[in-house]
Every structure is written in C-alpha cells, then in structure tokens.
C-alpha cells in the first residue's frame, strides 16, 4: 500500500528544510486542540541549537467522549511511527515517544508490534534505508490523567516526575524533554503527515477552508441515532456532519452540540449551518479542540451538562496551582446549588466573575479553559439557568419592620 515510501522520499530526495517547508506550504495545524500551525513547530525545533531533540506524539486522548486517536492507533500504528520519523529526520532528533493512556490496552499492543515490525525491516533504528538517518521510538504509558495531555505536564509524566504543569515559556520547543528542544505534536497531526510528502502540499491545501486545511477526524456521540467516527473536509457544517451522517436525535429535536471536550462549548441548532473551522468555532465561543462532539436532544439540561464538565474539571485538576484546584470546585458547588434549585440572581452573577478569575488566573489550559462550558451555556441558555433559581418565597412584613 505505499507504506513508508513517503519516509523514503524525504530521507533521499528532500532535505529537512524541504520536509518543513512542505509542511508549512500544506497549511496543516495541530489536531490536539490548539490549532497551532505545524510546519511552525517544526521550524523553530529545527533551528533550536544542542545535539539531542526528541519528539513526541501526545496519545493521552482525554477528553471524555473522544476516540479518533485509538482509532488510528489501533488500526494504522505504522502511520503514526512514519509521521514521527519523518518529523525527527526534520527537525534533527534521532530518538521519539509515544505517550499513550494505559486504557488503550489494544493501541499499545499494536504499537509495541509495529515498532517491532519496523526495527526488523529497517524502517526505525540505525541507519534507516541505509540513509545514515537513525530514529528509535520508545513507549511510555501514562495513567490516565486528563492533565497529563498537556504539553508541560506529558514531558514531566515521561521524565519520570508527577503530570504537573509548568508556566510557557519557555515552551517545550526550546527547553523541553530532559531540558532539551522537543517537538510534541498530537496522533491525527502525525498521521497527516505521511500524505501530504506523497501528494505535495497543494494537494493538501486545495481540501478544507481558507485558515483550516485539509480534514478532521469527529467522535459523534451523546444522542445522536449514528455515533461513531467521522472524517470530514474541513469547512463542512455542523449541520451536515449531526443531521446527515449522524442522522439527528432518535426523538425530538437536536438541541445542541458540545465541541472541544471539557474546554470547549455548547453550540445551539441556530448556528448548525456554520462551517466547522478553527477560527468559526471560536467565534461562537467553544473550540474544535481534539474533535469530540456530543449531540444533546430537547430533553437535555444545559444547566446539568455545565455541571457535568465542572465535575470532571475539579476531579482532572492537578492541584498546583489555586485558581484551578480551588476555582473548580467552588464552580462546582455553585452549578449544584443552581441545579437544586438553590441558587438566586446573584449567585449567577458570583459564579460569572469566578468563571473571569479562573480562566485569567489558572496556571495551565486546564484551568483556563475550565470555565468555557458554564460560560457557553450562559451565553445561549441563560433561561435554563434562571429557570433553576430558587423559587421567590412571599416574605410577610411583621409590624416591627
Ligand atoms: C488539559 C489539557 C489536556 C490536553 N490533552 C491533550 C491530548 O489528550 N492530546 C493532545 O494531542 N493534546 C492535548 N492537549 C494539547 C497539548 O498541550 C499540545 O498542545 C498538543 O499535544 C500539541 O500537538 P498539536 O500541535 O499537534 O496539536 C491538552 C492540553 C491541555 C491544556
């Protein structure tokens, strides 16, 4: 099937300045959330000085709902391993990482046999098709902790140290693995590589929008009839890839739909015919972040999903920093009072403040993006959040007062 030919190509017919420019041409961003261009990432390794680089490939995949990593693990290994040779033959590291969460027991199997199956055909190793080009590929488990899929805390995680962010700059870019320059990029960026060296950055480019190139791996889930994977052009609409592929709601009406995981936001059925893009899903006030896509029905409480995330956000947090550990929780406290009907006017208004201090103040993305699923719901649902409110008691004014 062609595989490993596009490794082939750039050790002998490109030079790394080449692949990187080819990259860059492609329009290609990161796939982990951020949407940072890659061939960016790769040009400021590349001219980072010192002898030892490594590279990296983020599979901690932990946003709830969310699956298109596993999937290309468990069914292309081999892919992803060219991407990251390809990506170290560019920037100049010889040595790669995987760091994938323990519960993709499958994906680590097949790796483990894939990185076997390379060494013996010479494809990872010393002297790959006998180039003079070495790239080994190590890989590291991580427990599962959301956390741990960030950039900072991932290298502490493989270093042998507890997942803890660190403030950026530096950004692993420059001081990174063991101190030295790394370039960490997520699976699906990866896997985009190894097409865009066989069919040239043109190609690539003519698919998607004007500033998202290329296609997107969607996880649909949540209620809508058809869940499961789907890989669509960039730039189609919402409403194409939730009404058409996923077949809409079994029952009643699509309310809305979740993007960007536990960072993201709720997106109400008015804006369906937006095209999905980096820059258009910001405007409405979520992310594309990993590609996770949670349809919710009619009967869905925006007030209960807000407090669903929030929960997740407090258990997630990795405690270092107050903002986050502490912000959480008391979000949190203050959804659950809304959602018992506790709450009242000003209690929203306290919990829209704290939502502006933890996004601001918090030490990592974690925090920062932890208020953006009560901030979306307030933004398009605000109804649902006064309809919770504790019910006005008739209060009767004694004599005295
Ligand atoms: C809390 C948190 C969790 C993250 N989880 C992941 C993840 O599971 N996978 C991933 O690729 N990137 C994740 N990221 C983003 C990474 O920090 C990093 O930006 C990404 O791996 C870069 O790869 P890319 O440029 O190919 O997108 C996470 C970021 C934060 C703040």
Known sequence: MGGYEPLYHALYELSSAAVIEEITKSGLRGRGGGGYPTGLKWATVAKMPGKQKYVICNADEGDPGAFMDRSVLESDPHRVLEGMAIAGYAIGANHGFIYVRAEYPLAIQRLTKAIQQAKKYGLLGSQIFESGFDFKIDIRIGAGAFVCGEETALIHSIEGGRGNPRPRPPYPAEVGLWGCPTLINNVETYANITPIIRKGAEWYSSIGTAGSKGTKVFALTGKVQHTGLVEVPMGTTLRQI?????????????????????????????????????????????????????????????????????????????????????????????????????????????????????????????????????????????????????????????AKD
């Open 242 to 398: 939730v009404e058409e592929m996923g077949g809409g709601v079994a029952e009643g009406r699509v309310k809305a739909v979740q993007t960007g995981g536990p960072s993201g936001g709720c997106i109400p059925a008015v804006f369906f015919d937006t095209p999905v893009d980096y820059e258009s899903l910001q405007q409405l006030g979520t992310m594309m972040g990993s590609g996770g896509m949670i349809v919710m029905d009619d009967a869905t409480s925006m007030v209960e999903i807000a407090q669903f995330y929030m929960d997740f956000c407090r258990g997630e947090s990795c405690g270092k920093c107050v903002p986050c550990r502490a912000g959480t929780v008391q979000l949190h406290e203050m959804l659950t009072k809304i959602v018992n009907h506790q709450a009242t006017e000003t209690d929203i208004e306290q919990m829209e403040a704290l939502c502006q201090m933890v996004k601001e103040m918090s030490l990592c993305g974690l925090g920062q993006s932890a208020p953006n699923p009560v901030l979306s719901t307030l933004r398009y649902f605000k109804e649902e959040y006064l309809a919770r409110l504790r019910p006005e008691v008739e209060t009767f004014a004694t």
